[in-house]
T-cell receptor, first 112, second 117 residues
């Protein structure tokens, strides 16, 4: 089955800095890659996703990049703010075939 | 907004007890899921259901069962709770689309922190 590795497990940045979280996947057939954000005391919430026919997707301060050859994808957050502090999960699946496999999560702490 | 409600935020049970975790969604979603979340292990799928009375095993179904008698309600059952089932349990739902299984947007509840003593 699919295996998703996520790094780093914790990330501390200063407000205004950029943050990058990286994930690798094992199954070359995977073609859907979402990112979920979990704030303290809440369930995860989808923030952005990308499909394998696209190399990059951007939504305001967040962007996701995908390298199919290397089987890795990354979440980029620019101009970080304290409210970006949360646990972020990457995931992968084969659209139309499998359920999502999640990474182990990254705790992002943005200090004012 | 979609609302996924889990019946308890915190639950304390004793070893050997039968435990029911309840989840209700209000947006007529066909798909419902149960995950457990453990530090350093991420989110792991226990069971899911694509329709009433249907269930599919996820990655870690051992020691659990589920029930889906109504579309809006999905219950996770621990037949005989053990200490290694102490965890945060998250319920999720999503709209069905036969062409995009695996890429539906998941809506999560806030979770139930279960402690088995």
């Amino acid at each position: 089955g699919e295996n998703v590795e996520q790094h780093p497990s914790t990330l501390s940045v200063q407000e205004g800095d950029s943050a990058v979280i990286k994930c690798t996947y094992s199954d070359s057939a995977s073609n859907y890659f979402p990112w979920y954000k979990q704030e303290l005391g809440k369930g995860p919430q989808l923030i952005i996703d990308i499909r394998s026919n696209v190399g990059e997707k951007k939504d305001q301060r967040i962007a996701v990049t995908l390298n199919k050859t290397a089987k890795h994808f990354s979440l980029h957050i620019t101009e970080t703010q304290p409210e970006d502090s949360a646990v972020y999960f990457c995931a992968a699946s084969i659209e139309g075939y499998s359920t999502l496999t999640f990474g182990k999560g990254t705790m992002l702490l943005v200090s004012p | 907004d979609v609302k996924v409600t889990q019946s308890s935020r915190y639950l304390v049970k004793r070893t050997g007890e039968k435990v029911f975790l309840e989840c209700v969604q209000d947006m007529d979603h066909e798909n419902m899921f149960w995950y457990r979340q453990d530090p350093g292990l991420g989110l792991r799928l226990i069971y899911f259901s694509y329709d009433v009375k249907m269930k599919e095993k996820g990655d870690i179904p051992e020691g659990y069962s589920v029930s889906r008698e109504k579309k809006e309600r999905f219950s996770l059952i621990l037949e005989s709770a053990s200490t290694n089932q102490t965890s945060m349990y998250l319920c999720a739902s999503s709209l069905i689309s036969s062409t995009v299984v695996g890429s539906e947007k998941l809506f999560f509840g806030s979770g139930t922190q279960l402690s088995v003593l």
